[in-house]
Nanobody, 121 residues
Framework: QVQLVESGGGLVQAGGSLRLSCAASGSIFSINYMGWYRQAPGKQRELVAQMPSDGSINYIDSVKGRFTISRDNAKNTVYLQMNSLKPEDTAVYYC???????????????WGQGTQVTVSS
């Protein structure tokens, strides 16, 4: 099994910053993608940013230039630095990782429990 533990959410005023962290632990042979989704009340979950173990990073248009995803592969940890936050960024943020277990040829997706980010105007 794999556990993803998130931290760093909270309440911030518009224009402020937060940094989310997500550490993966457990039976991990390798991790390909790590990333962040978010879900606002009454809306579908959407991909915010994702980062493969090597390769290009993807962001949704609404956060480009404001959010930065990074990862520490040695620690199986992904981060999301969020600057210039807006009220519309308010949501529960979920991290995920695509994990390969030893002896397997495929990757499985695992999710964190979610962390609330609230941006006040």
């Amino acid at each position: 099994q794999v556990q993803l533990v998130e931290s760093g959410g909270g309440l911030v005023q518009a224009g402020g910053s937060l940094r989310l962290s997500c550490a993966a632990s457990g039976s991990i042979f390798s991790i390909n993608y790590m990333g962040w989704y978010r879900q606002a009340p009454g809306k579908q979950r959407e991909l915010v940013a994702q980062m493969p173990s090597d390769g290009s990073i993807n962001y949704i248009d609404s956060v480009k230039g404001r959010f930065t995803i990074s990862r520490d592969n040695a620690k199986n940890t992904v981060y999301l630095q969020m600057n210039s936050l807006k009220p519309e960024d308010t949501a529960v943020y979920y991290c995920y990782a695509s994990v390969k277990h030893s002896g397997r040829t495929y990757y499985l997706a695992y999710w964190g429990q979610g962390t609330q980010v609230t941006v006040s105007s």
